[in-house]
């Protein structure tokens, strides 16, 4: 693939350089290059003003088709997370067409979802009051809305509101099987008191062992994915041994997903960022920097030799804060710097550095080749965190790998 | 105005619990409290489901009227940057309505404001050349947008691009005057060579001295706004005694011209964040905490008693990754905790770390009260940088310090 497209730009030279706007210019191309956003369909990623997403849809059904082959072995149902792409386009390749259940953060991605024919969400971000009147216009819509809790008061109000509403809610319980955030811990009495108080609701337990990403060794986060299941299959059971239901038992995140060996009680599991990768990711095991299938394509805007500095157009508001990988064995800065058409990574050098509309990139090694990044051309970033990088955006420009944009998806961004 | 919403809220005690919807529900009152986004206007910001964006409108009013005295004491044009409000409406606020210049970011935000009657534009970002027609189409429609560059490059490419195309540019050379990012020093003598090259093009000079942003003294911000202001104003003279046209001469920053005493030379001052303030700004000195105009309104989801934490339902998505307060003397983690209708700050705690759609707070002397955080109650988060947090939202909703949401308004993300 990098060959077939080093050809297609015509640029010879062990180090070519990278795909050059300003050098169409001099042919009298330029005027047709750039494309006021939402306007036209763009040829290939050359067309496109920037900052702008690109998404590699070759990428995207490898890492797609590796989970449903990975929770496949595991007996269990994926249902995943579309926090990550939030597009019934990117989902239309991760479910290959079938009818699969999905995770939401937002109701805004439940709305977006169930209207384009996806029925059973559930909503994994423990459930606010305020938000029980949009729960149940979707309910009443017909869309299998699940949502969860983990207090008391949140399953009373859950209840009050179902007695004042006459709709029918499912609630699953919020499982802490790693001390990480939220959830009730499976010896808890809370358990038990929370599921006799939903009644009816009760649909079963979930959890969600961040944690995970702080493992760093294959026996560390074997040992993760062990444990999430373990302790919520354990309260599904303390629930059962109460005389209440527990049809679902509900786990999952990327890194434990990807190395759970055994799901044993388990009924589905969950992940979001797998869809796309990214470094930290990368640096976790889950995939490699080869998988990562977006990357925000920017426009070189500068050169700073007295600093070695090279400037992008992409800034924070394009590749997010995210600082994911300042945590993880290999620091990326704010992202990987990669050829724009092939991904290929450019070695020694990051964004170390954004404002809100500028990325700068400097070298490891202190030195930089400016002739490797001429004013005009483009670079693409790979994200530390492809779900902070991607919000950041309202569309996808797709590719199958080369230059053309094959396909322009949009994004459901917001609450 | 404390003492007035504490009354509207008919809560008493020396600590009021903060505004609850989940108490609103026990009166029957929960199902119309939340509405789908967009369908209608919210009574008041107890209608809003959350995370949502709101801003308190005097804040704005009084923080645009303080610099806009500041500017005409110095006697220099005041060019307002919109990247942080990205909103006609704000425009409107910050101008008292009179016909005032603008400095965007993307020209997204040029588009917005032109087509709203905005027509002195600077685009302040070195021009990708990908982007010339979009600014050309945006002159030929009437807008007097100017762009800057710093390279030789980039002047061809706009000298070539009008030879090509017929289309009068105007450009403003980008000095370094804080070694901080872009921009010519003053003494390069390729300062004189993109002039010449820019010709009848060029406009004048502009820098944007972000170093600032590391002063923490008022002799050092004095100084670099008196550094900002001499080196610019060399350009201008080196051109001029080059026979250049250079009429603008624009700085700016939200400190240096807050701290600016004198501006000789200058005909222009640009700053953006001084409209919202935030919290590093309050660290900075250039606004106090009181003067915070915009938070993020979010409810209250979970109680962890084991590790003293509370869960909202603001995260990073809401709330932004920026961690700007990690390199001042105050870290506020993720954002400072309010009453939602006051605004008024609790102390002790923080939101200490974020999730996609989840906050946790904690308090730094670690103890917690769970009382003053009922789950379904709303807390109201301060921003460490206004430009981040308020590109995560799409619109503000105002309130005039109260909890009466009074308006409506649209922001312009994206490029």
Request: some cysteine; proline content about 4%.
């Amino acid at each position: 693939m990098v060959e077939h497209v080093t050809e297609n730009h015509g640029v010879g030279g062990s180090i070519p350089p990278l795909g050059t706007i300003a050098g169409r210019s001099q042919s009298g191309g330029l005027a047709r290059t750039a494309i006021a956003r939402g306007d036209e369909r763009p040829n290939t990623i050359f067309d496109l003003s920037t900052p702008a997403l690109l998404l590699d849809r070759k990428r995207l059904q490898r890492n797609a088709e590796r989970m449903r082959e990975k929770v496949r072995t595991l007996g269990v149902t994926l249902r995943p997370h579309v926090k990550t792409a939030k597009s019934i386009d990117v989902h239309r390749v991760i479910s290959a067409g079938a009818d699969m259940p999905i995770t939401v953060s937002t109701l805004a991605e439940a709305r977006h979802f169930f209207a384009h024919g996806v029925t059973d969400i559930l909503y994994a971000v423990g459930i606010a009051p305020v938000k029980l009147p949009e729960v149940a216009a979707l309910i009443r819509a017909g869309c299998k809305l699940r949502i969860i809790l983990d207090t008391i008061e949140a399953a009373e109000a859950v209840r009050s509101f179902i007695s004042a509403e006459g709709v029918r809610f499912e609630a699953l319980i919020e499982i802490d099987s790693d001390g990480h955030r939220a959830g009730v811990a499976p010896g808890d009495p809370l358990l038990i008191d929370i599921g006799r108080r939903l009644g009816d609701s009760l649909a079963g337990v979930m959890t969600h062992a961040g944690a995970s990403y702080d493992c760093r060794t294959r026996d560390e986060f074997e040992a993760m994915a062990e444990q999430e299941r373990a302790l919520t299959v354990e309260a599904a059971e303390r629930l059962r041994a109460a005389g209440l239901p527990c049809p679902i038992v509900s786990v999952g995140s990327t890194p434990t997903l990807h190395y759970a060996r055994d799901l044993a009680g388990v009924t589905e599991a969950r992940a979001g960022v797998y869809v796309f990768g990214d470094l930290v990711q990368a640096e976790l095991g889950t995939c490699s920097v080869d998988d990562i299938a977006i990357g925000v394509l920017s426009s070189v805007i500068g050169h700073n030799p007295q600093h070695r500095r090279v400037l992008i157009d992409a800034g924070f508001l394009a590749l997010s804060r995210d600082r994911g990988t300042a945590d993880v064995p290999v620091d990326w800065g704010y992202g990987a710097v990669c050829d724009p058409v092939t991904g290929a990574v450019i070695e020694d050098v990051t964004v170390s550095s954004t404002n809100q509309e500028h990325g700068i990139i400097t070298s490891r090694s202190g030195a930089i080749d400016f002739g490797r990044f001429p004013i005009g051309s483009q670079v693409r970033i790979l994200p530390n965190h492809a779900c902070a990088t991607a919000a950041a955006h309202d569309r996808y420009f797709v590719t199958d790998g080369g230059e053309d944009v094959v396909d322009v998806w949009e994004r459901v961004n917001g609450w």
